[in-house]
């Protein structure tokens, strides 16, 4: 009997197959909209997350800001040498620390010039901030120590100052001074906040302070956290520890900022995949249309079909049948309009995620659940009618024109 009535039910939409293309059209903007919204979401979420993590692994960043003493901002004082000593004698469950000194800087090599981030830091600052050397030697510390001028160039510096020139061994002019080029990094793409992450030099800290910035001041303090130890519980140890190195009184506001990039991860994460749901949720009163489209439209094809249910009636099909019939061409309806939505959500999600440079990602519990409320859409709205034509009176049926 089931599959009579499938059968039966396939027939009449393929007899209106126009009208019945149109019934589907609403079902099948929804579900292709919550799955492709849902998709590129979610993509956007692991494109955010990835970019974060390569600005390195488990990692605090401090850096000073300004106070409010006396309801005025007083200027942020940097940091000295003293307090990355401090910060690697107190804390316990650092991996790395590397203090640094940045500025953005004129390089020239040959008839070349190109301004970039300068950093001057220690042997700790590719771990950190989790960079690679693609080919060429680290930093080591006993360039760090004895302030020896050499220099790492990040992958966009090398393109724009040699192009596919080897750089390993030449000299290039930082600001004032030569520096020798002794590795190349590999590339890391944008990061959370859409910077160039390749468009750095880096070189011994004290070459910088002395060569470069004349003085001895630390502008950031990158640190890694050892595995397994919760970063939040370093935060506020370091946290402490800054505000009385620092003489911060009891109450006063920090002239520093301590920024923990985990919880800057969850926080993206959260916020993305607030805004992935608020998205799908709006897709899906798109299904609900689409519901009432397909309600409107088997309402009109009882009145359409009020003879033939009454034939039917007539020769002895009983009310339940004609319902189960009406029913169950409501839920075709609704379901081939979710499978077609389910195969175009995917492929505008594959499309947009090319487009916007984001990975491509099939949620297969939002397809699922896309394709089940298009089932339910079907059952629910399509309920109406079939009972309105299951309690047709097969003689005033008989006698509709």
Known sequence: MITATIIMALREIRRNLMRSSLTMLGVVIGVGAVVALVSIGRGATESVTASIASMGHNMLTISPGAARRGGARTPSTPFKMEDVTAIQNDIRGLAAIAPTGSRSLMLVYGNKNWRA?????????????????????????????????????????????????????ESIRVDKISC???AVLK??????????????????????????????????????????????????????????????????????????????????????????????????????????????????????????IGTRLAIGAT?????????VEAVMLSTLGGCIGVVLGVGGAGIASKYLNIPFVVVPEIIM?????????????????????????????????
């Open 369 to 401: 659940v896309a394709f089940l409320f298009s089932a339910t859409i079907g059952v629910v709205f399509g309920f109406l009618p079939a009972r309105k034509a299951a309690n047709l009176n097969p003689i005033e049926a008989l006698r509709h024109e």
């Open 180 to 182: 020798e080029v002794i």
């Open 117 to 169: 981030s300068v950093t001057g830091t220690n042997e700790d600052y590719v771990r950190v901030r989790n960079y690679a050397v693609a080919y060429g030697r680290e930093m080591s510390a006993a360039d760090v120590r004895s302030g020896r001028a050499v220099c790492m160039l990040g992958a966009t510096t090398k393109k724009e100052l040699f192009g596919s020139q080897d750089a390993i061994g």
């Open 187 to 308: 590339p890391k793409g944008e990061g959370g906040m859409g910077q160039d992450q390749d468009d750095l030099v880096i070189m011994p800290l004290l070459t910088f302070q002395r060569r470069i910035a004349g003085n001895r001041d630390v502008s950031t303090i990158y640190v890694s956290v050892d595995e397994g130890r919760p970063s939040s519980l370093v935060k506020d140890q370091i946290t402490s520890l800054m505000r009385e190195k620092r003489r911060t009184a009891r109450g006063a506001e920090d002239d520093f900022n301590v920024r923990d990039m985990a919880e800057l991860m969850a926080t993206m994460e959260s916020t993305t995949t607030a805004l992935t749901a608020l998205l799908g949720a709006i897709a899906a009163v798109s299904l609900i249309v689409g519901g009432i489209g397909i309600m409107n439209i088997m309402l009109v094809s009882v009145t359409e079909r009020t003879r033939e």
């Open 319 to 327: 009310g339940k049948e004609v319902l189960m019939q009406f029913l």
